[in-house]
């Protein structure tokens, strides 16, 4: 029985260029105050165009119709829960968009004097310190704009380390759980990828680790907990391991979540690490991004952090340029700031205590989502989870239902599917992260829905099979979409 | 439903020799595995292409499966009709949808690939 | 805390549903050795009107109600109030990467509407979803061009932002893809085209230019894309100041477009969140980076559109991607969305004029350096005062001058680059024209 939803209607809406007439207008500039020019004059006929072919002319009322419109066919957090794996999909708070919109951050330009942005700067620090002792690390840079980016300035700054050290090398070490921005990152940093296989429980197997680790081998990328929720036990031996031979052990901070105020990766031998700002730290997904990846780091790495680094000066703060180890810059300004502010009051609405209590509950609420569920579902790996849990669809795969399938099927009951068919070393994953911020009556629902959903596979799969039937759109032809992509849109 | 005259590798790739030539494709049992095929990616005509090396590769929405090649040689002939049409693979895959022709730098190589009979059986212990 | 729903009875229901006795319970199989036994060294946990406080103060501490000269990538313009009204709507605001496309349609509509505005303003046949921003678009559309022409060196204008070069070279230096650049002409600030010739080889994937220039100077494309594309190389064009594409003539000699949507309603916020993009050629689609949304039908024919070309991503490829991206910049993007379609047609040609207006108008009374046409910046010079003391005393009049070029520039040490756009009051003009005299 579906209590979360019931349909309702929602208006269609054409695609603004299909909505536009010639000499509609949605904006009005001030009267020029000074002299108009001609372009052709000033800029040289040749340098300026004709107009903008086919694009939109709306008024104003047309437009916040168009994306409200819009907005009504997505599912979002506002609306209820994400069991999204490893995405820590968990409530943005609200006032942290107020704060980030003040208007002494918002229209601080990068490049105003330090005297004049010394608010900016003081939040930056801020933050870094916060960060540093959560993750047990001793210092922290915040120009990387999203996760993967962090990993790669992670990995340039493990390389970067080495070559001082004699040797860069050849190879990073990465589990066959690991997310796919692991192995991209290696290759763009000019290492060879090595896979390592997982032991039979699922987690790091050190006995294997041992055998690969050599000098050829820069770092082991390792995510903890794990992909499947499970914290690796044997990091701190896989640390010695590693350190023993001279490599470095990487962290993939997605999965922090179920560690604030529990247990800092710097105490566990991790060398360098990412966080996902984004994922842990509540700022907003916004359909895909932005979201920011600090990477904090050992203090050996400190003198390759990116330029320039964050310095006190007196009473001030200043910036230094004198880094001559740095790997450089990994984009230009100092970092998704408007994100680090989001970011920064998440921790002061927490405080230590209060950043603790939410590992609890994120935890907490994915070990009750294990329990209930495990009579109808899969679970491959029988250690205890942390904050997410990843069943398999074994069970319903028998009635030819897949994972997927019942994802979409989720859909009907009114929830954003769980993350499907990751990691690999699981068939058919089902991976579950419902987060602290989600209350028991959500999760009840979560529940009620997915063992109706196996029930449902006994009775009637083809019901499953051929979901959703209660969304806007059905399946969509994702085959035709790549066999014949359509990637922009253009007149009849 | 495996042709007597082709030669199969245990990437499910197939070869059919004609004298010093060499017509590559994927078997069936690899287009059902692959689901809908999306795009194939083959190499250019005068590509020299190794025994049991990439030589190009087939995606499905969500995967993307290297293609090894069964024989080594130089690509006289890519099959254009994929480029328009890559649903053909799933459609005929040891017909009209051929990927590459070659001419074999060392025909004494098919020695080593299956027949159709072991094959089949080789598919048929895999599941 | 108000952020979490469970009340204390709740957990002690739950709790017991698990079979564990008590919180802490939960991570008793962590090793020992693993386990902070400590609190964490923060304060505790504020409420909201401090948090505003703490914020407020910090804003404080930053220019407040000055006028600004400054661009050099990032660039004051007036935020249509619609814009944040649109991306505060908790529908997109909160949502997730559209990957299960039924209920992601307001997303994926929205993405595909700001792919194809971005072809309409650049020329392009194919716009990605976003990059993280313009600094990192160069180096992915380097890296695209190397894939796709199969060589590995890239030539780049000193005349291109000099963040964006640096970052450039941090990612080229592991990639075994040589950078190298080459100048300006003194006199007209536009790129030195004998010197590009000179330095280009068949072993080049890319050239690089900038268009209008870090200068502001709108540069000799059609010449780049000669010598370019004589050798086998790909041209990409950079772009910083997006109002520019209202007025001036999209690069339709490029291959690649990498740019900043910044200026787009995106506020400067001390340099970030932005909005890159790459744009490019049809032929090049497969080797693009980032997200694409296609159209295509659902099963009852209606249209829909959804992610596409995923196998080029790193979710897929893993190793083989052609980027490592995953996270991008939905939002921002989404922010550039509403101010195009505020704006519109005649919007963007009329914002542009009022921009290049407003800069030559302060041009017309202070000398610009170099003699290039420019569009809303350019470079200035007073005999016998330096940048800094200028700064200094228009800081006295609450203005914030132009960036000093000597940090990136030595043989520009004595200039500064001026912007004025459409919010730069006319008498905050004269002042500046008056100090720089």
Known sequence: MITKVRPHLSQNEALLFERSSPGKKAYQLPDLDVPALDPAEALGAENVRAEIPGFPEVSEVEAIRHFTR?????????????????????????????VARIEGLAW??????????????????????????????????????????????????????????????????????????????????GYAVENIASSAKGVLDVGALARLVDRDVAALMVTNP?????????????????????????????????????????DFGVDVLHLNLHKTFSTPHGGGGPGAGPVAVKKAFEPFLPVPRLKRSGKKWAYDYRRPRSIGRVRAFYGNFGVLVRALAYILAHGGPGLRNATVDAVLNAVYVRKQLEPYFD???ASPNMHEVVFSDDRQAKMGVRTGDLAKRLIDYGFHPYTVSFPLIVRGALMIEPTETEGKLELDQFIEAMISIAKEVEADPQLVKNAPYGTRTSRVDEVTAARKPVLRWKPS | MYPDNFRYTKEHEWVLVEGDAGTIGITDHAQQELGDIVYVDLPKVGVHVE???????????????????????????????????????????????????????????????????????YIGAEK | ???????????????????????????????????????????????????????????????????????AGVYHHFRPVLVDTVVSRGEFLTSYTPYQAEISQGTLTAIFEFQSMICQLTG???????????????????????????????????????????????????????????????????????????????????????????????????????????????????????????????????????GELQSFAISPSYGGPFAGI??????????????????????????????TLSTREQHIRREKATSNICTNQALIALMATVFMTVYGKQGLRELAEQNLAKAHYLAGRVKPRFSGKFFNEFVARVEGKSPEEINKALLKKKIIGGLPLGRFYPELADCMLLCATEMSRRADVDVVAEVLR
């Not at chain 2, 649903?87 to 027949?115: C, F, R, T, Y």
């Not at chain 3, 009107?49 to 600004?68: K, L, M, P, T, W």
């Not at chain 3, 716009?127 to 380097?142: F, I, L, Q, W």
């Open chain 3, 278 to 307: 790459i744009a490019t050629r049809e032929r090049f689609v497969r080797q693009m980076p980032g997200r694409l949304v296609g159209q295509t039908t659902d099963s009852r024919g209606n249209r829909a559109f959804c992610l």
């Open chain 2, 51 to 121: 025994l049991g090396k990439p030589l190009g590769s087939v995606e499905s929405v969500k995967a993307v499966s290297d293609i090894y090649s069964p024989a080594s040689g130089e690509v006289t002939e890519v099959n254009q009709l994929l480029a328009e049409a890559p649903e053909k693979l799933n459609q005929d895959p040891h017909g009209a949808a051929w990927l590459v022709k070659i001419h074999l730098s060392a025909p004494a190589e098919i020695l080593n690939l299956m027949s159709a009979a072991d094959y089949q059986s």
């Open chain 1, 226 to 266: 794990n992909t499947l929720g499970v914290f690796e036990e044997n990091i701190m031996q896989a640390a010695e391991i590693l350190h023993a031979k001279g490599a470095m052990l990487y962290m993939d901070g997605a999965n922090m979540n179920a560690l604030v105020g529990i247990a800092r990766p710097g």
């Open chain 1, 70 to 98: 819009l907005s009504t066919w997505n599912y979002a957090i506002d609306y209820g829960m994400y069991p999204l794996g490893s995405c820590t999909m968990k409530y943005n708070p609200r006032i942290n968009e107020l």
């Open chain 1, 108 to 189: 601080a330009h990068p490049y105003q004097p330090e005297a004049l942005a010394q608010g900016s700067m003081e939040v930056m620090a801020r933050l870094e310190a916060a960060l540093a002792e959560i993750t047990g690390m001793d210092a922290v840079t915040l120009q990387p704009a999203a996760g993967a980016h962090g990993e790669l300035t992670g990995i340039l700054l493990i390389r970067a380390l080495l070559e001082k050290r004699g040797n860069p090398r050849k190879k990073i070490l990465i589990p066959d759980s690991a997310h796919g921005t692991n192995p991209a990152t290696a290759a763009i940093a």
């Open chain 3, 1 to 71: 805390m108000r952020y979490l729903p469970k009340s204390d009875s709740e957990r002690r229901q739950m709790l017991e549903a698990c079979g564990v006795a008590s919180p802490e319970e939960l991570f008793s199989h962590l090793p020992e050795a693993v386990r902070l036994k400590r609190p964490l060294e923060l304060a505790p946990g504020i409420s909201e009107y401090e948090i505003v406080d703490y914020f407020r103060r910090r804003a404080a501490e930053n220019a407040n109600g000055y006028a600004s000269f400054l661009g």
């Open chain 1, 379 to 381: 679970l491959p790996y």
């Open chain 3, 124 to 258: 392009m046949d194919v716009a990605n979803a976003s990059m993280y921003d313009g600094s990192t678009a160069v180096p992915e559309a380097a890296m695209m061009a190397v894939r796709s022409t199969g060589k590995g060196r890239v030539l780049i204008a000193r005349s291109v932002h000099p963040e964006y070069r640096e970052v450039l070279r941090t990612y080229a230096r592991h990639q075994g893809m040589p950078v190298e650049e080459f100048g300006y002409l003194p006199e007209a600030g536009t790129i030195d085209l004998e010197e590009l010739d000179r330095k280009m080889d068949d072993l080049t994937a890319a050239v690089v230019v900038q268009s209008p220039n870090f200068f502001g100077i709108v540069d000799k494309l059609k010449a780049a894309a000669e010598i370019a594309h004589r050798r086998g190389a790909l041209l990409i064009v950079v772009f910083t100041e997006a109002v520019s594409l209202g007025l001036l003539e999209p690069p339709a000699d490029a291959d690649i477009v990498a």
